[in-house]
């Protein structure tokens, strides 16, 4: 009896050795062990590497910049940013009888196309492409307020200039960079032009022809050009020639070109106190007699000029009568032209201030030294 209870006990005892998995168990047979399990990490149909989502290969990742074909950043493969029909600029393609000159590009079907247009084409001319200086002096005949007699003006401008041309004609735009005015009455009334009128004018687009003469030498004249100040350009439209200017501060065509808050463009008066006045300006200038150096390097002319003004405002009411300038041939404070331009040739890229800091060396002194 005691022999059939140990051999029960035994057998007990091996059921639960092998259903536990003792080390006598064979474990590539076992059915649940972890490197046959079909859910292994290795052997999971889902695992990252193969993921047909993963993102190296996802050809629609919105961040894949490198295969993204229509990353609308990516300038080298858009060859029509930028560039809207009929739109114009400055090509890279050289031109011109001496090769100086850039052709201008226009849009066509989104690309850029030469045009025959030549930044600088002299031909038989002097070439008088590029960056000047020019000095405009005028010599008038004022009646000057508060004096009421007749005195000696003087008004001095620099101008920026960069030219185009087109072998006889030349495209200018010039820009204002300073005005300085005086008179032979100024220690009565001197009128100061502050900065900010000259800077209120900005670029006028001109146009000038040359002419070779008998004797050899090229002339440079420019018609008439009309400058109406300080009033809205839609009042006078083309004809400036036959425009009145207002007298009225509050007329719906003043506008306030200096953005001072006052009308028109403002000047300072300085007699025994400094005051105020706000004008509106209507002025012609004509250029002739003109003569280019055969390097192109100066050019210096004759000019006619008008000029009217009407004072919208004034601090002192007996300034209101303004001055009355008329052009005067011969001075009497000076010999020589009353009334011309002088130009110089500048390096490129030079600005208005080089200009004003360099006049001294860049122009001839002036016929009166100026307060």
């Not at 051999?7 to 972890?34: H, K, Q, R, W, Y």
């Not at 940013?81 to 100086?100: D, F, K, P």
């Not at 006045?277 to 250029?287: F, P």
């Not at 002088?342 to 060396?361: L, M, P, R």
């Amino acid at each position: 009896m005691k022999k059939i209870v140990v051999i029960l006990a035994a057998f007990i005892l091996a059921l639960f050795v092998v259903s536990c998995g003792g080390d006598s168990g064979n474990s590539d047979t076992n059915p649940t062990e972890e490197p046959t399990n079909p859910t292994e990490e290795p052997t999971n149909p889902t695992e990252e590497p193969t993921n047909p989502t993963e993102e190296p290969t996802n050809p629609t990742d919105p961040t894949d910049e490198p295969t993204n074909p229509t990353d609308p950043t990516d300038e080298p493969t858009n060859p029509t940013e930028g560039c809207t029909e009929g739109e114009t600029r400055l090509g890279e393609t050289v031109c011109g009888s001496t090769q100086h000159g850039k052709l201008y590009q226009i849009c066509k079907d989104g690309d850029w196309e030469d045009t025959e247009k030549c930044t600088c084409d002299p031909g038989e001319y002097p070439e008088v492409c590029g960056y000047y200086g020019q000095k405009m002096w005028f010599t008038s005949t004022s009646k000057v307020p508060l004096v009421g007699d007749l005195a000696e003006g003087w008004t001095r401008t620099y101008f920026h200039i960069v030219q185009e041309q087109e072998q006889e004609k030349v495209h200018i735009k010039a820009t204002y960079c300073n005005i300085k005015i005086d008179n032979s009455a100024s220690s009565i009334l001197q009128i100061i032009m502050p900065q900010s009128f000259a800077d209120a004018l900005g670029t006028a687009d001109k146009e000038s022809v040359m002419a070779k003469r008998e004797d050899g030498t090229f002339d440079f004249t420019q018609d008439v050009f009309w400058e109406i100040r300080g009033i809205d350009p839609n009042c006078y439209g083309n004809n400036p020639a036959g425009y009145t200017l207002p007298t009225n501060q509050n007329d719906p065509c003043v506008q306030d070109w200096d953005n001072d808050g006052m009308p028109g463009l403002t000047l300072n008066a300085k007699s025994l106190t400094t005051s105020v006045l706000s004008i509106v300006e209507k002025s012609s200038s004509t250029i002739y007699d003109g003569n280019v150096s055969e390097d192109g390097l100066k050019i210096n002319a004759l000019v006619s000029w008008t000029d009217e003004q009407k004072v919208l405002y004034a601090e002192n009411s007996m300034l209101k009568t303004g001055s009355e300038n008329q052009i005067k041939d011969n001075s009497d404070k000076f010999d020589g032209i009353a009334n011309f331009i002088e130009q110089v040739k500048i390096e490129d890229g030079s600005d208005c201030a080089y200009i004003v800091n360099n006049a001294a060396t860049i122009f001839s002194p002036d016929p009166v030294t100026l307060k």
